[in-house]
Nanobody, 121 residues
Framework: QVQLVESGGGLVQAGGSLRLSCAAS????????MGWYRQVPGNQRELVAA???????NYADSVKGRFTISRDNAKNTVYLQMNSLKPEDTAVYYC???????????????WGQGTQVTVSS
């Protein structure tokens, strides 16, 4: 079994910072891409940032220059440093990872349970 557990969400004032963490555990042989998505009630889940196992990154235009994604492969963990937060960043943030459980296993997409980020004006 594979689990993704997020932490680091909370309430912050506009202009503030938060750091989200997501740790993968369980039967893990390899992790390919990892990423963060967010969702506001009534809207579709959207990509915030993604990072490959070669550390190539991709960001939504709305967060470029403010958010930074990184990963620690030794800890099977991905991070999202969020600076200069705006009220429109308020959402539930979900961690995503492409994980294979053995050398011959398919790579499956796993999701965390979500963590609430609320930015007050």
């Amino acid at each position: 079994q594979v689990q993704l557990v997020e932490s680091g969400g909370g309430l912050v004032q506009a202009g503030g910072s938060l750091r989200l963490s997501c740790a993968a555990s369980g039967r893990i042989f390899r992790i390919n891409g990892m990423g963060w998505y967010r969702q506001v009630p009534g809207n579709q889940r959207e990509l915030v940032a993604a990072i490959t196992n070669g550390d190539n990154t991709n960001y939504a235009d709305s967060v470029k220059g403010r958010f930074t994604i990184s990963r620690d492969n030794a800890k099977n963990t991905v991070y999202l440093q969020m600076n200069s937060l705006k009220p429109e960043d308020t959402a539930v943030y979900y961690c995503n990872a492409e994980i294979g459980s053995s050398a011959l296993a398919y790579v499956y997409n796993y999701w965390g349970q979500g963590t609430q980020v609320t930015v007050s004006s």
